[in-house]
């Protein structure tokens, strides 16, 4: 079975780090393409960046450029997303998603079950 | 960057048709996915490649495209399909994938 499986809940302060990660199975990781997606409590989905498995190349929201770090380390199929310094506003749900067909190009139909950050001031 | 529009909610009765719309300038060039969201979960692709249903999605999902507004229709509504359903274009000459604002269809 082809999914993602994302890290637990988080709950940090102001001015923490934080890295979460998003882990491939079932299908070879390095094929396609990783976004993560942002949901802030009560709205709707934003989509931050991409990642591509197999060179690391990623591309940013211009929104998000600058705010968070998209890396992956293919030797255990597992994508990760960073902050070096939370802010309040960083309190959302993160998912990852990725697609399992090429036709599917420019779709997610793969998404992880989400991880809830939630920052306190 | 370019945005796409949605109606906040949609009403519709069991059994009837819903259409949700989704503008905007540059989806006369683009492929438009839809996504289901229901509470707690992930979304869930409906419709790809404007009108294409992936396996596994029931067939009274269907989606067309005109010009700048393409809609995604449940036909035969059931209250299963209550949910927020988001539209997504990808361009790879710009932020490369946009989601619309998201419409919350309630089924009474």
């Known amino acids: 079975e082809v999914q993602l499986v994302q890290s637990g809940a988080e709950v940090k302060k102001s001015g923490e780090s934080l890295k979460i990660s998003c882990k491939g199975s079932g299908y070879t990781f390095t094929t396609f393409w990783i976004a993560w997606v942002r949901q802030m409590p009560g709205k709707g989905l934003e989509w931050m960046g991409i990642i591509y498995p197999d060179t690391s190349d990623a591309r940013y929201n211009p929104s998000f450029q600058g705010q968070v770090t998209i890396s992956v380390d293919k030797s255990i199929s597992t994508a990760y997303l960073q902050w070096s310094s939370l802010k309040a506003s960083d309190t959302a749900m993160y998912y990852c998603a990725t697609r399992s067909k090429s036709i599917l190009f420019g779709a997610f139909d793969i998404w992880g079950q989400g991880t809830m950050v939630a920052v306190s001031s | 960057s370019y945005e796409l529009t949605q109606p906040p909610s949609v009403s519709v009765s069991p059994g009837q048709t819903a259409r949700i719309t989704c503008s905007g300038d540059?989806?006369?060039?683009?492929?438009t996915y839809w996504y289901q969201q229901k509470p707690g979960q992930a979304p869930v692709l409906l419709i790809y490649?404007?009108?294409e249903r992936p396996s596994g999605i029931p067939e009274r999902f269907s989606g067309s495209s005109s010009g700048t507004t393409v809609t995604l229709t449940i036909s035969g509504a059931q209250a299963e399909d209550e949910a927020d359903y988001y539209c997504?274009?990808?361009?790879?000459?710009?932020?490369?994938?946009?989601f619309g604002t998201g419409t919350k269809v309630t089924v009474l």
């Open positions: 997504q274009s990808a361009d790879s000459n710009g932020p490369l994938y946009v």
């Open positions: 490649k404007d009108s």
């Open positions: 540059a989806l006369s060039k683009l492929y």
